[in-house]
């Protein structure tokens, strides 16, 4: 499953980061473009709040599905017996 988190054709702008120095200057002398890194980083930072913001829905969901079952029973419950019921007759 691969979601389109962004438009990767939409326009770049500039912007300023404040980066460990050291850092950005070895990765500039290994050929590393900085801006593809920051991007595909932070690509994948949403990447991870997308997941757990999935999770916690899923979670919400399953404690609402609970919840209802609690209260009125499961309705598959209902489905098997009739189904029973057809396969007897």
Known sequence: MSEILFDPAARRRTVSLTINADLLDK??????NASR??????????REHRRAQLRR????DLRTWEDYVDKHGNPNDDWREMCRD????
Request: one cysteine or more.
């Open 27 to 32: 990765a500039k002398a290994a050929g590393i």
């Open 37 to 46: 890194m920051a991007e595909a980083g932070l690509e994948q930072a949403l």
């Open 57 to 60: 829905e899923c979670v919400q």
């Open 86 to 89: 057809a396969d007897a007759t």
